[in-house]
């Protein structure tokens, strides 16, 4: 059943908002998509609150995976928390929006915790 909260052309896909994510093919860096580019930090990430936004940030890491400029882009389900910072939803993405889950205070993700 879809419903308004849903993104993707079939109403099929994460809840809104979202963000997404991919691997940076060389490094293995965890990557967001942002108005110009790919970057470390989830700070910077466009967010997506409606589907055909999401639906074009899809395509855009399609088109960034075609490159091989990155891997396996998809879309993060996130919170937008009062600093405006979007807070992974799922323990997975929240754990790889902060980095090594060992030394959280270490790593190229640290530099960007919120």
């Given at each position: 059943?879809?419903?308004?909260?849903?993104?993707?052309?079939?109403?099929?896909g994460p809840k809104l908002p979202v963000i997404l994510s991919a691997n940076r093919l060389l490094e293995g860096?965890?990557?967001?998509?942002?108005?110009?580019g790919w970057t470390l930090?989830?700070?910077?990430?466009?967010?997506?609150?409606?589907?055909?936004?999401?639906?074009v940030m899809e395509a855009e890491g399609a088109a960034a995976a075609a490159a091989n400029l990155v891997v396996d882009p998809y879309l993060v389900p996130v919170e937008i928390d009062a600093?405006?910072?979007?807070?992974a939803t799922h323990f997975r993405e929240a754990m790889r929006q902060t980095g090594p889950?060992?030394?959280p205070d270490i790593g190229k993700q640290a530099e960007y915790a919120h």
């Open positions: 059943m879809a419903t308004d909260a849903k993104a993707g052309a079939k109403g099929k860096d965890v990557v967001y998509l942002t108005a110009g930090d989830p700070a910077s990430a466009r967010i997506a609150s409606d589907a055909e936004t999401a639906a600093t405006g910072f979007p807070r889950s060992i030394h």
